[in-house]
């Protein structure tokens, strides 16, 4: 979501308990099924399933310059990760260093006397300042960027139209938390940080429940899927596995970009299966099972909770040297500052520094988080699926704009998903345990 990955650019959330699955499968991967099955493995050939191999085979399918695009685009990333943190950092100080954060909090004072409308009004301000001031990096980033590498069908005036509803959902969501967080510092003293990364923890649940009905709507249009060819086995396979799904929903992704995905998000009455427009125009059925098996995995498994209570073990962590750095940097620079202590919403830009930085030193950590229940749901969606090539089509589609090959530490602190190989070699592996006459389902003899 857009206005999470603001939240945690900022250092309010950090982290995001989104799933998604980016796949595209390619023409000639569609019809060259049926020959990698045939030409090793199949009873009757000479030659064994070699998974190796057939890993190779799939990723020489991708054109070398179009590897090398793909490479340059992801390991840009990594530069960018680092200048998004230093810029941050950098505004940071200056609203700390100039003062500027006790001006907003002034005037806040001035506009009313309630503290929970201050805190509301102050976040508005620095919201606003914030994004003019890192605007420029940001249009950079999110549109001139992305048009450079051809990953963005979005007009500038489109662009910026989402930009302006994604500040606007920020500054509300935002605005609630801050209240809540500074709240909990004015009346519970030495503990706050206890019960503000809980309620942090709660609030993601928050987001993450309504979202679906109230958030993504607000980006793209959302319509059921009609056609009985895709939507019964997508149906089939969520009665199968005992999701409560009675529709499929599609959304028109295709206006921001030719990146293909799914998902299964939201709880209860909020479940939604998705697929995008481009899904359905570029990816085989083989692809759309696979993917779909992958996220219902995501439901199945739990990854929603799971992925909460892990990030809640690190945020409590994170919350407990927020404390102890809000203390020190107060009572060091606090006069200098205009800040009267950590119960004055002006030293949110201090906490905005320490908790972006502790997210940046966590990056591997909370990447290997969520990579390991990546992997879990591809596991999970070949078996119940079972179509790896189906899986190694949309892995390869990955490569449009991340690197499929990387080596193993590069993989390990910078990919929040396993990379195309570690996941193409998963489903070969699969594959080559379930060729026709094996059992399927069942250990062998």
């Known amino acids: 979501m857009r206005l999470t990955g603001r939240i945690i650019l900022l250092g309010i959330l950090p982290f995001s308990m989104l799933f998604s699955a980016a796949v595209v499968p390619s023409s000639r ?9 045939i030409e090793s493995g199949h009873p009757g050939s000479a030659q064994p399933f070699d998974v190796k191999a057939a890993v190779d085979d799939y990723l020489a399918r991708i054109p070398a310059d179009k590897r090398t695009r793909s490479d340059a685009y992801f390991e840009g990333g990594y530069w960018l990760q680092l200048w998004d943190f230093l810029s941050v950092g950098v505004v940071m100080w200056i609203l700390l260093r100039f003062r ?16 929970a409308l201050q805190t509301a009004l102050y976040w508005v ?9 890192l605007f420029p990096l940001t249009m950079y980033e999110g549109f001139f960027r992305e048009h450079k590498y051809g990953l963005s069908n979005l007009s500038f005036g489109q662009w910026m139209r989402d930009q302006v509803v994604d500040l606007g959902v920020t500054a ?19 503990n706050w940080w206890v019960w503000g990364s ?7 649940a928050f987001v993450v429940l309504i979202a ?25 396979l969520a009665r ?28 209860g009455g909020t479940l939604r299966i998705t697929l995008n427009d481009n899904l359905l125009k570029r990816c085989s059925l083989a692809g759309i099972e696979s993917t779909m098996g992958h996220e219902m995995g995501h439901y199945v498994l739990n990854h929603v909770f799971k992925g909460l209570v892990l990030n809640g073990i690190v945020l409590v962590v994170m919350f407990a040297l927020l404390n102890w750095g809000l203390n020190a940097g107060s009572a060091r620079w606090g006069e200098s500052w205009g800040i009267r202590g950590i119960t004055d919403v002006a030293v949110l830009p201090l906490a905005v520094l320490l ?23 591809d596991m999970y969606g070949i078996n119940a699926s079972q179509q790896p090539d189906g899986e190694a089509e949309v892995d390869l589609m990955l490569g449009e704009y991340r690197k499929l090959d990387p080596g193993p530490i590069e993989e390990f602190i910078f990919f929040d998903h396993p990379s195309g190989r570690t996941r193409i070699t998963a489903a070969m592996r699969w594959k080559a345990e379930h060729l026709p006459g094996a059992p399927v389902g069942g250990a062998r003899q």
């Open 29 to 37: 991967a569609q019809a060259s099924n049926a020959n990698v099955a």
């Open 100 to 115: 500027w954060s006790a001006w907003m909090r002034d005037v806040a004072e001035r506009v009313t006397r309630f503290k």
């Open 125 to 133: 301000e620095f919201i606003v300042l914030v994004s003019v001031v």
């Open 172 to 190: 509300v969501l935002g605005a609630i938390l801050l209240v809540v967080l500074f709240s909990l510092v004015r009346k519970s003293g030495e």
């Open 198 to 204: 809980l309620v942090s923890l709660i609030f993601t």
């Open 212 to 236: 679906p009905v109230f958030i993504f709507p607000l980006f793209n249009t959302f319509t059921k899927l009609e056609d009985p060819r895709i939507k019964e086995p997508i149906l089939r």
């Open 240 to 267: 199968a596995n005992g999701i409560p799904a009675t529709d499929v929903y599609v959304v028109d992704a295709s206006r921001q970009s030719d990146r293909v995905s799914a998902n299964v998000s939201g709880f």
């Open 355 to 377: 908790l972006a930085t502790l997210s940046f030193l966590l990056t591997p950590v909370n990447n290997t988080i969520t990579r390991a229940m990546e992997y879990e749901a």
